[in-house]
Each structure stands twice: as C-alpha cells, then as structure tokens.
Nanobody, 127 residues
Framework: QGQLAQSGGGSVEAGGSLRLSCAASGFSNGPVCMSWFRQVPGKEREGVARILPIGGSTYYADSVKGRFTISQDHGKHSMYLQMNSLKPEDTAMYYC????????????????????WGQGTQVTISS
C-alpha cells in the first residue's frame, strides 16, 4: 500500500522561496506519475506540477510556470517542489499525490487520476 509523507512549507513574504518534499514508500512497482496539488478553502483542489518518475518529464500549470520547479530523487524515493518568487495567491494547502494509472498522463492534472495523497502542508505568503 503506497504512502506519501510530506515535509516543508511554512510562511514567507512575497518574493520569497519555499521547498516542499514528498517521500514515497510501499509502492511495489512505483507510481507512474507524481504531482503537487494545492487547495484553498472553498475551492477545488488544483494541479500545480507533475513529474513522471520514468524519464523525468515535467508539466506545470500556467500559474506557476517559470517560478516553481518539480524534481525527484530516485534513490530517496522522493519528490520536491521548489517554489520561488512566491505570491500571496500561492497561499494554499499543498498536497503531493501519486498515481499508478495511465489517466495521470493527462495534462489537466485531475484529482481523480490520483489514488495516493500526502497529508498536506500549509504554505502562506504574506504581501
């Protein structure tokens, strides 16, 4: 049974940087997609970035392109989200997610394609 454990996050001023980490365990064959989502109260969870563990191909939502970088460390079974030039509108609860379904290859980062979720970590950006 796959599990994801998140760390990182916190509070910074606008323009600052934060790094999120997500450690995966218990996947017998490994996920085919790993992604970051975020959610603010009252709104749907939205996809931020995705990386394919095999090959390392990445995809970013337009709202974070050029500011966020998703990466992975195979040896540590971990994924990261480096967030730079942070804006107040980036404030949200951030979740890492993993999928073993080919449905996750879609570029609209739908939550339904992901079965495994981290516990969430709060990111707060002050203006």
């Amino acid at each position: 049974q796959g599990q994801l454990a998140q760390s990182g996050g916190g509070s910074v001023e606008a323009g600052g940087s934060l790094r999120l980490s997500c450690a995966a365990s218990g996947f017998s064959n490994g996920p085919v997609c790993m992604s970051w989502f975020r959610q603010v109260p009252g709104k749907e969870r939205e996809g931020v970035a995705r990386i394919l563990p095999i090959g390392g191909s990445t995809y970013y939502a337009d709202s974070v392109k050029g500011r966020f970088t998703i990466s992975q460390d195979h040896g540590k079974h971990s994924m990261y989200l480096q967030m730079n030039s942070l804006k107040p509108e980036d404030t949200a609860m951030y979740y890492c997610a993993a999928s073993t379904s080919a449905a996750c290859f879609r570029n609209d980062l739908t939550t339904s394609a992901y079965k495994y979720w981290g516990q969430g970590t709060q990111v707060t950006i002050s203006s």
